[in-house]
């Protein structure tokens, strides 16, 4: 059997997408990126992360990008990490970058 499906890696890996009605219990790993508007209660690795304003996540995160918008417990482990006005974060929080919105609200300790 010949398998021709392409492996692709971080940006071409495309965007996974967990809607507000799903809830998940376990761990994801992907090579794109994900974008969080339900419920996670597991350890996420991708490429990029984005948490919505709707979505709540609780364990880590390890990823190249991280945009935390929703409510987060856990610790992240990323390049460039950004927290948006809208975010309610306690964390542990180790980057690269860091971009903080003016009204986001973080309890956790930052390392770069």
């Known amino acids: 059997m010949n398998d021709t499906t392409p492996n692709r890696t971080g940006a071409e890996a495309g965007r996974s997408f967990l809607s507000s009605?799903?809830?998940?219990?376990?761990?994801?790993?992907?090579?794109?990126a994900i974008e969080i508007e339900g419920r996670v209660d597991g350890n996420i690795t991708a490429d990029s992360v984005l948490l919505g304003e709707g979505g709540v996540l609780t364990g880590d995160i390890t990823a190249q990008t991280v945009d935390l918008q929703g409510r987060y417990t856990g610790n992240v482990k990323g390049g460039q990490v950004?927290?948006?006005?809208?975010?309610?974060?306690?964390?542990?929080?180790?980057?690269?970058?860091?971009?903080?919105?003016?009204?986001?609200?973080?309890?956790?300790?930052?390392?770069?």
């Open 21 to 32: 009605d799903l809830e998940i219990k376990g761990d994801i790993v992907a090579k794109g």
């Open 82 to 112: 950004t927290v948006r006005r809208s975010a309610v974060v306690e964390a542990g929080i180790t980057y690269a970058d860091l971009v903080v919105e003016s009204g986001a609200r973080i309890v956790g300790k930052l390392s770069k």
